[in-house]
């Protein structure tokens, strides 16, 4: 309960209101969207609410899982707010056996393998995490996507030869660190223990990762503070430190300017910011209270957060159909 009353503590109640509306206004929000679809025949070739019925919402799917697990975030940490009660209609709206019956159905379709592999998926089983957390009726009604999540990444992982090191979506360590904080929360043991081999065998032996080569111009998360990211997850605290020294040596991050905040490719930057906060917090705190380097993270940590946080605004679609959820993981310290 402390933990939580820390959680809630760290977020205004009005900026959360402001969070919690954007998710409001987009998980049923059908239109535009880009939908990530291999079609079997001509019976698949519908429109996104009879494919996805739950998550159909904010532009794709994954926006519509973690624009979901942001209003339950928010309505268990301020339970009487006035944002709270309409999250949780729109999440009961979404939620409904029926509507998860069909989603597991989906994801286990012919030629669907890859679907929302990793990064949708890893936020799926936080989606999980929070409705158990909150002790929700919904998280039991979640249950069939859930499990066919799992059971699809434990098929995977193991025949995955090598760490995908991208900014993007597709990248292996940052969804690797949810997917460890869902494994724990659940009790995964056999999930837990894959989850970890995995990251040691990518990332273990790295050492000098270019961080001057950050970012591309679309990244969201940062290949480098990813992957130290899940390390500290991983490893004990007497291990990170001398791993972490020799693997980042330098740390020459910026916050970044997104030059046009509409074009939706370009707008990642601004989630870029926000991941890289949490993600340097995460990794500051991970050492000793006297580490040499401790300062300078946190430092860069908050220089991040501003700029991350002031970009939540809502002002283009390109940006509010997601930068809430990442601004809400980052100010409830979600990850730590």
């Known amino acids: 309960m402390l933990a939580l009353w820390l959680a809630a503590a760290a977020l205004d109640p009005g900026v959360a209101a402001r969070f919690a509306q954007l998710a409001l206004d987009c ?31 904010c532009y794709d799917w994954h926006s519509a899982v973690h624009g979901h697990w942001l209003l339950a975030r928010l309505a268990r940490l301020y339970p ?27 994801l286990e ?56 090191r991208s900014g993007e979506h597709s990248q292996t360590a940052f969804a690797l660190g949810l997917l460890l904080d869902y494994a724990r929360a659940a009790g995964d043991a056999p999930f837990r223990a894959l989850l970890e081999s995995k990251a040691k065998a990518f990332y273990l032996g790295d050492r000098g990762c270019p961080a001057d080569y ?18 500290r997850r991983v490893l004990p605290a007497a291990e990170f430190a001398p791993w972490f ?21 370009l707008a990642h930057l601004d989630g870029l910011n926000l991941s890289r906060a949490w993600m340097l917090e995460s990794i500051a705190r991970a050492f000793p209270s006297q580490h040499a380097r401790r300062p300078q993270l946190l430092w860069l940590a908050q ?34």
């Open 214 to 231: 950050e970012p591309s111009g679309e990244d969201f998360v940062s290949p480098c503070l990813a992957e130290a990211d899940v390390m």
């Open 109 to 164: 379709g012919e030629g669907r393998s890859s679907f929302e592999r990793p990064y949708g998926l890893a936020w799926l089983l936080l989606l999980a995490v929070e409705l158990r957390e909150w002790k929700s009726p919904w998280a039991g009604t979640l249950g069939p996507l859930e499990r066919a999540a799992v059971d699809r990444l434990k098929q995977w992982l193991p025949k995955l030869s090598h760490p995908v």
């Open 245 to 265: 020294d020799p693997f980042l040596p330098r740390v020459p991050l910026r916050p970044e300017a997104v030059t046009d905040p509409s074009d939706g490719r």
């Open 80 to 106: 009487e707010a006035p944002f709270a009660a309409k999250s949780r209609e729109a999440l009961g709206r979404s939620l409904t056996a029926e509507n998860i019956q069909r989603e597991a159905r989906y």
């Open 303 to 336: 220089a991040h957060r501003e700029a991350g946080l002031k970009s939540v605004t809502g002002e283009h679609y390109a940006g509010g159909h997601w930068l809430g959820s990442f601004a809400v993981y980052l100010a409830t310290e979600r990850g730590r």
């Open 27 to 57: 998980v049923h929000r059908e239109y535009p969207n880009k939908i990530a679809h291999t079609l079997n025949s001509d019976r698949d070739a519908r429109p996104p609410r009879e494919l996805t019925p739950a998550f159909f919402g």
